[in-house]
């Protein structure tokens, strides 16, 4: 048989992928974001970085990058235009100068007023119901757990 005519293997069908859900759902889950978040001045990994220092202000850099699973690195720029829209400051620690210490502004404080109708809009446009949605998120959560654990 040449690869024209093979049955398909049904473990390789696209449509048959968790990733390609989780990948899929993720590109659209950041259209829907987009247009609430431009409104904002934010972009969406720009709002991820502001969502963890609304939680707790004065993280050193590698604490966000590692609350936010990525690399430390990448994060700098991402953080050097927050700055240069005046929503946070960045300061080298007196302890340690390698550490960079991230601490919000007024204005990026007064940002999360502004930011606290995007959760809801999301929930809106998912069709689901807050406690779908809460569950779903807990099996992802637990899903990244396992896969963290398996790294």
Request: hydrophobic share 40%; with cysteine; proline share 4%.
């Amino acid at each position: 048989m040449n690869a024209d005519t093979q049955a398909p293997c049904n473990e390789l069908l696209l449509d048959n992928q968790v990733c390609f859900a989780l990948h899929s759902t993720s590109l659209l889950m950041t259209k829907v974001y987009k247009p609430l978040l431009q409104a904002l001045g934010l972009t969406y990994p720009q709002y991820l970085a502001m969502l963890v220092l609304w939680e707790r202000d004065g993280l050193t850099v590698g604490e966000i990058s590692q609350r936010l699973l990525t690399d430390p690195g990448s994060l700098t720029p991402l953080l050097k235009r927050l700055e240069s829209e005046g929503l946070l400051k960045r300061s080298r620690s007196r302890e340690d100068e390698r550490v960079v210490l991230v601490q919000l502004t007024d204005k990026g404080r007064a940002l999360q007023d502004q930011a606290r109708r995007v959760p809801q809009c999301i929930l809106q446009a998912s069709g689901h119901s807050a406690e779908q949605l809460h569950k779903l998120q807990a099996d992802l959560l637990a899903l990244r757990a396992q896969l963290q654990d398996h790294l």
